[in-house]
């Protein structure tokens, strides 16, 4: 059945001389894979240039429940993004999150709330001139919410401890090591609060930063098994460490 939708890219391969095998998580239809005849012509029904991370595409395709890879007719980028692929630092960011993406969007079910949170979530990043080394951080707070580990800290202690085999902020320093500190916790805490229209507003140094990143990849391995290496992690460290 010929179905139309919109669509984020994750991940593409060559295959053969013309062709791509492209993953999207589509509003639709969840994660999916297309067979992608794509060239770089002018008039080509899909162009290989658009099957990059986290662009943002319309699509019109072959579905067919009983078949892994589907095949794509059509696609044209719908957003055409004015920063993103242009700035090191933001591109730097895309490359990572489409890394952790790939890796936790497995369902091949809709989750047009879903969708709608990271198109929303993309499309104001690419228009963004402050707070931008904290996005990707907001990114992955906000995203855990649904995935179902979204931090419990509605009514957590003044100072407290994120305990993340528990997901919730306790008055106690854990006894185990998988918790952050005090310092991490009220920045977790403070991303959780904002918009991501206010992460301006938010004033950080470059170890808080690295500290912040480095245990939401511990919490998110925690619950999603373990997602290094990521090629993408220590490339973005060094363009913010830059």
């Not at 960011?93 to 790939?102: K, N, S, V």
């Not at 854990?174 to 206010?198: A, G, K, N, Y």
């Not at 973005?236 to 830059?242: A, I, N, Q, S, Y």
Request: aromatic share 12%.
């Amino acid at each position: 059945m010929l179905e139309k939708t919109r669509g984020i890219v994750l991940h593409s391969t060559k295959y053969g001389d013309n062709s791509l095998i492209v993953t999207m998580y589509t509003k639709k239809f969840g994660r999916q894979s297309y067979m992608v005849n794509a060239t770089h012509g002018r008039r080509s029904a899909n162009k290989a240039s658009a099957m990059q991370p986290l662009f943002l595409l319309e699509t019109e395709s072959y579905q067919k429940k009983t078949r892994e890879l589907q095949r794509l007719k059509e696609s044209s980028i719908w957003h055409p993004y004015v920063s993103l692929p242009y700035d090191i630092h933001k591109s730097t960011q895309a490359i990572f999150l489409t890394e952790i993406l790939c890796k936790i969007l497995q369902e091949e079910e809709p989750n047009p709330d879903l969708y709608d949170f990271l198109e929303n979530a993309l499309l104001f990043f690419d228009t963004m001139e402050e707070g931008v080394a904290l996005f990707h951080m907001w990114f992955l707070v906000h995203l855990s919410a649904w995935l179902g580990i979204y931090p419990l800290t509605r009514h957590s202690p003044d100072k407290g401890w994120f305990d993340m085999k528990k997901g919730v902020v306790v008055d106690r320093e854990p006894l185990h090591s998988s918790f952050m500190d005090q310092e991490t916790t009220h920045l977790l805490i403070t991303l959780q609060s904002l918009q991501v229209m206010d992460l301006f507003r938010v004033k950080t140094t470059r170890n808080q930063r690295n500290i912040l990143l480095n245990k939401l990849m511990e919490y998110y391995s925690l619950h999603f098994g373990n997602l290094n290496p990521l090629k993408s992690l220590q490339i973005l460290k060094e363009v913010f460490d830059g």
